[in-house]
């Protein structure tokens, strides 16, 4: 049983191709089920990589038609959120608008201002200390995991996408926030989007994973794919990754509830 679930559509204006043509990539990868996660709209347009507010509605029909196209392949419902402090009850207002099949927490805002995986604000690096913005970057990681609003958490060091990473043992910086989510029942996702950027690295990092597993947390593999050839991306890799730390099963979703299937 093999699932992607972090997949996006057009609406988000970085992403290209058809939905459609992202369930025949799946189809011909061999995954029995999928879903569909575009980032979520904000209350106002907010930055240039997200749907607007009044695209919400052209949002669902586009996975309400998809899914009538392929009525006899699983097609879940997803939404890709950013947490921010503060917009909390604008998460919840769209967990209610439609029947959801899970809600993914992301952490890309580490300020109201600097979405750290934007390469638009790279200059920032260089102007405050890496541990300084990786704790950053966790203390808001962990206060998501804690916010009950979603079914699993995201690319859970995407703060290393650019490849900064502080020196010595990082798990300093993992181990609140893998207690945070833990404690809060959810999901962890491993995707492979990180091989695809300076990183060079799935999210997260092997030391995470085997704190993740010793924590019971479950977790599901997907790839953030923004085009049709991303679907899938590099799932071998990633499933032998986690089987090797001790994995056996991933997560499926379905109305807002976690079932295990085995690896
Ligand atoms: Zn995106
Ligand atoms: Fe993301
Ligand atoms: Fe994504
Ligand atoms: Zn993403």
Not at 32 to 59: C, K, L, V
Request: glycine share 4%; net charge negative; aromatic share 12%.
């Amino acid at each position: 049983m093999a699932t992607d679930y972090h997949m996006h559509t057009p609406l988000c204006g970085h992403a290209t191709g058809e939905p459609r043509e992202y369930v025949l990539a799946a189809q011909a990868a061999g995954l029995t089920e999928i879903g569909f996660s575009d980032h979520n709209p904000m209350p106002t347009q907010f930055d240039d990589w997200r749907m607007a507010p009044d695209q919400f509605t052209e949002y669902l029909k586009l996975i309400a038609d998809v899914q009538a196209e392929f009525p006899n392949y699983p097609i879940r419902l997803g939404l890709e959120c950013d947490y921010l402090v503060g917009y909390e009850e604008h998460i919840r207002h769209l967990a209610a608008q439609a029947p959801w099949d899970y809600l993914i927490g992301s952490v890309h805002y580490i300020t109201p201002s600097w979405d750290v995986d934007n390469p638009k604000h790279l200059k920032k690096w260089t102007e405050q200390p890496v541990d300084e913005i990786w704790t950053l970057y966790f203390k808001e990681y962990t206060r998501m995991a804690e916010s009950g609003l979603f079914d699993f958490v995201a690319h859970p060091d995407l703060v290393k996408k650019f490849g900064h990473r502080p020196e010595g043992d990082l798990s300093r910086f993992y181990t609140e926030t893998l207690n945070a989510i833990a404690e809060n029942g959810l999901t962890m996702e491993v995707s492979t989007a990180g091989l695809r950027k300076d990183a060079k690295e799935i999210y997260p990092s092997r030391q995470f994973i085997e704190m993740a597993y010793a924590r019971r947390i479950p977790i599901v593999i997907n790839s953030d794919a923004h085009s049709p050839a991303e679907v899938a991306y590099e799932f071998k890799q990633a499933t032998a990754l986690v089987k090797e730390i001790g994995y056996t099963k991933v997560m499926q979703f379905k109305d807002r509830k976690a079932i295990p299937v085995d690896l």
